[in-house]
């Protein structure tokens, strides 16, 4: 079991940069796929990244890819989202997410069976 709290989230110009940071407790986040995404509302919610549980696989989603970064530190428990050259089509609540079946990265949000609470991010035009 994983319990995971983002936070970093705000209000940026376009062309800012913001990092989002998650959380994680739990013994077992180190064998985790961990993903973001995130949800404007009406809509559903969107793949950003996600990356393997050892950091040395990531995926992107096509909007973000070139701008947006995602990492972590498992010694620390730690997931982030670096978000460069923000564009006001990327305000959303952005989510952090965790996969513990030990498969392939997934673009999928069912697939992931932990969810923070997000964080709002806001970028002005």
């Known amino acids: 079991q994983v319990q995971l709290v983002e936070s970093g989230g705000g209000l940026v110009q376009a062309g800012g940069s913001l990092r989002l940071s998650c959380a994680a407790s739990?013994?077992?986040?180190?064998?985790?796929?961990m993903g973001w995404f995130r949800q404007v509302p009406g809509k559903e919610r969107e793949f950003v990244a996600a990356i393997n549980w050892s950091g040395g696989n990531t995926n992107y989603a096509d909007s973000v890819k070139g701008r947006f970064t995602i990492s972590r530190d498992n010694a620390k428990n730690m997931v982030y989202l670096q978000m460069n050259s923000l564009k006001p089509e990327d305000t959303a609540v952005y989510y952090c997410?965790?996969?513990?079946?030990?498969?392939?990265?997934?673009?999928?949000?069912?697939?992931?069976?932990?969810w923070g609470q997000g964080t709002q991010v806001t970028v002005s035009s």
């Open positions: 739990g013994r077992t986040f180190s064998s985790y796929n």
């Open positions: 997410a965790g996969d513990p079946k030990i498969l392939g990265l997934s673009t999928r949000a069912s697939r992931y069976d932990y």
